[in-house]
């Protein structure tokens, strides 16, 4: 009796820890978004926390509240939103070269600053700091009409370069990428 409840708790441990390795099963979904621009690909790999309390199932309210104003965010939930892109580009008109990065936003009511960090492979929060930085650019908000749910990163196609772009609740970030 005792050798089946040791073995059954262990299948219910063995159990709980593939669930947590399996990032499908955590309530802010895994996503990546690609994009080629000039035969180059731009990828970044983020996860979608929705505007419902994962605990509670209460409505929460976003900007400015879970995503706070005037604060280093960490653009999405879980591990930290990686940027890859095969080819130098220019975002928001400053270079970035060809490699690996980190995406962190400072969301302001009407503006927001995109953070492109060199620092990789983190958890998303803290954010490492500015010594960090590869920039900081200026990036343009606009007011939806329509509810965003979940956290959505998208890579808009503008004739030859893209717009990046976050949008959550009632709100879009978005800055223009080419790739020269």
Do not use: H
């Amino acid at each position: 009796m005792r050798t089946a409840a040791i073995t059954l708790t262990l299948l219910m441990l063995a159990s709980s820890a593939v669930a947590q390795r399996d990032k499908s099963q955590r309530p802010s979904q895994p996503a990546e978004v690609e994009l080629a621009l000039n035969n180059k690909k731009i990828t970044i790999a983020y996860s979608r926390p929705r505007i419902r309390d994962p605990k509670t199932g209460q409505p929460r309210k976003i900007m400015g509240g879970v995503v706070p104003y005037g604060e280093p965010w960490r653009t999405g939930a879980n591990e930290a939103t990686t940027f890859v892109t095969e080819g130098d580009l220019k975002i928001g008109g400053t270079p970035v070269p060809k490699g690996s990065y980190t995406l962190y936003t400072i969301p302001n009511e009407n503006s927001w600053t995109l953070i492109i960090s060199k620092k990789t492979g983190q958890w998303g929060i803290p954010y490492p700091g500015a010594k960090d930085d590869l920039a900081r650019i200026p990036m343009k908000v606009e007011p939806l009409s329509q509810t965003v749910d979940p956290f959505t990163i998208t890579l808009e196609r503008a004739g030859a370069a893209a717009r990046l772009c976050f949008a959550w609740e009632n709100t879009k970030a978005c800055v223009n990428v080419e790739a020269p």
